[in-house]
């Protein structure tokens, strides 16, 4: 089993920059952020795969979120700029020791973080 535990969550002002984290007991072959608003399901924020150092985002935050990995300390990253309210949310850290499936599909992570709440105000 791969544990996961987010932080870093918090209440930003619009414009505002922020930056999660994510320890695992072990870094895995793809790693993601997730986030989901009540009411709706869990949504593909970014994902890296360590190996190849490749990363992909979701169209709505690409240029603005970045995913990085510390192997040596086991953390994930996800640096977030010029937030907008929109992005308030609860983000989850997820893993998988594979890499089937699309990255935005949330069923293909068997293991996830309890989640960071994060608020932009406008």
């Known amino acids: 089993q791969v544990q996961l535990v987010e932080s870093g969550g918090g209440t930003v002002q619009a414009g505002g920059s922020l930056t999660l984290s994510c320890t695992a007991s072990?870094?895995?072959?793809?790693m993601a952020w997730f986030r989901q608003v009540p009411g709706k399901g869990r949504e593909g924020v970014a994902v890296?795969?360590?190996?190849?150092?490749?990363?992909y985002y979701d169209d709505s935050v690409d240029g603005l979120f970045f995913i990085s990995q510390d192997n040596a300390q086991k953390i994930v990253y996800l640096q977030m700029a010029k937030l907008r309210p929109g992005d308030t949310a609860m983000y989850y850290c997820?893993?998988?020791?594979?890499?089937?499936?699309?990255?935005?599909?949330?069923?293909?992570?068997?293991?996830w973080g309890q989640g960071t709440q994060v608020t932009v105000s406008s």
């Open positions: 072990e870094i895995t072959a793809r």
């Open positions: 890296i795969y360590p190996a190849f150092g490749k990363t």
């Open positions: 997820a893993a998988s020791t594979g890499d089937g499936g699309h990255w935005k599909s949330a069923n293909f992570y068997p293991y």
